[in-house]
């Protein structure tokens, strides 16, 4: 495959980046292209655990040249951040091995201040931000206020950009939030802090990636969250601000005339959510703690406890048909061990009904999911490394996600190690 697409097909949390850095060693360039340091992709493998937020997660495969595509922003602190943990760990982040395009918008201080202000404002009608300045700045962006990752090369335009910039973002933090407003050279400060060290990695990707799939070269496309957070037709408004679906990818990375060849849809064995709005199949209580457990169901950007739930299939089939999913991945099958049946939901009831197909978000309120039962297979699996030697049951119950989904499942993973993955 010469162009592939990882990408969520739930809520985001499948385990996207345990597959990238997984298929990175079949590619030569690993580009993520849309989101910002609002969600993890944790990472195991011989340098340690990772979580990474903007980096992408082929970066550990020392052969792989890694992007930062246009459809990302980014908190240069963050970023910084990121590289600087990784070279703690022996791991080089040199411009020869991450490119960041010059179109990609920068996340400011005050875009992090008027996200949490916002959702303090907003109190109980809160969107479940991560306020990490994700909205507000995809905000600036389409209003053509954001500041690009080129204009850090031009200091003339980064100037005038950033006054006039900061001159309107500061009459909101103050008139609608009663906010203390920024200077700018508390700005410029920051910029010459973080700026100036990522200077050297900022290039034109778009004409990078062109070249490179003229010349043969393959392209593997990391996405963050899922689809049903996907800005277009996700649970909007309880959406991310960008796109992660793979029809975005080639737009998000700079190359529009790329093609995706393949879809791998990462769907976990029961199910996750962050953040806020609708989860039919939510438990509580003891009997979602003591899954949360089993799965260290904790955001690797915030550490927030992360709702749960049984596999949703009409959640699932709507995330597959969003993204074009050609395979899927099955993570954390290990997790389900303890149970002595396995619940799936095969539907909602609203009001009164049975839908098996996924429901504009509104209607979700209130919904109620039918759940049908599977035997459980009773002995700890991560040590399997064979899917034929899987339990019967264990076996049947990726056989019967298969059918279920109309696609097949081509990855089993049952732990976060690189080799704890099943190739079917």
Known sequence: MSTCAIVGVNWGDEGKGRMVDYLAQQFDIVVRYQGGSNAGHTVINEHGKFALNLLPSGIFRPEVVNVLGNGVVIDLEHLCGEIAKLHESGIEVTPERLKISDRAIIVFPFHKDQDGLEEARLKDAKYGSTKRGIAPVYSDKYQKKGIQMGDLLFPDVLEKHLKLVLEWKNLMLSGMYGAKPYTYESIMDWLSNYGEKLKPYITDTGKLLADAQ????????????????????????FTSSSSPLAAYAPLGSGAPGVKVDEVVGVVKAYSSCVGEGPFVVEWFGDEAEKL????????????????????????????????????????????????DKIPVCTGYKVNGKTETDFPFTPLMDGAE????????????????????????????????????????????????????????
Do not use: H, N
């Open 292 to 339: 949360r457990e089993a799965g260290g169901e904790y955001g690797a950007a915030t550490g927030r406890p992360r709702r749960v739930g049984p596999f949703d299939v009409v959640a699932t089939r709507y995330g597959m048909r969003l993204q074009g999913t050609t395979s899927v991945a099955l993570t954390k099958m290990d997790v389900l061990s303890y149970m």
């Open 214 to 237: 003229k010349s043969g070269k393959s392209i593997l496309f990391e996405a963050q969250l899922g689809a049903l957070r996907d800005i277009e037709l996700g649970i909007y408004p």
């Open 369 to 424: 999911p039918v759940i049908e039962y599977m035997p459980g297979w009773g002995v700890d699996i991560s040590g399997v490394r064979d899917f034929e030697k899987l339990p019967k049951a264990a076996r049947e119950y990726v056989e019967y996600i298969e059918r279920v989904l109309e696609c097949p499942v081509k990855y089993v993973s049952v732990g976060p190690d690189r080799e704890a993955l099943m190739i079917r």
